[in-house]
Nanobody, 114 residues
């Protein structure tokens, strides 16, 4: 069982920046992907950015503004969010996808408002 602990996020004005961090309790054997999803009120959860040893993917809505990166620990991942806009407001979830399971973090609120 993998536990994902999230930190960061908060309240920021439009055009501002925030960072969210995620650290896994353990790293599984074999290939795995780590990424960030978000869910706004009344909407489905959507992919924001994902990172594996082969690929880095971003949602079109965040390309050029958000940067996903791994930390020094292989099971850690960060999301730097720049030029945030009100429609970026959502609960952001860290995820780890292995060959057999998907693990989720507890969620972190990001609110963009003036």
């Amino acid at each position: 069982q993998v536990h994902l602990a999230q930190s960061g996020g908060g309240l920021v004005q439009p055009g501002g920046s925030l960072r969210v961090d995620c650290r896994a309790s353990t790293v599984p054997n074999g290939d795995f992907e780590m990424g960030w999803y978000r869910q706004a009120p009344g909407k489905q959860r959507e992919l924001v950015a994902a990172l594996s040893h082969k690929n880095t993917d971003y949602a079109d809505s965040v390309k050029g503004r958000f940067i996903i990166s791994r930390g020094n620990f292989q099971g850690s991942v960060h999301l730097q969010m720049n030029n945030l806009q009100p429609n970026d407001t959502a609960v952001y979830y860290c995820a780890m996808k292995t060959l057999s399971a998907t693990y989720w973090g507890q969620g972190t609120q990001v609110t963009v408002s003036s």
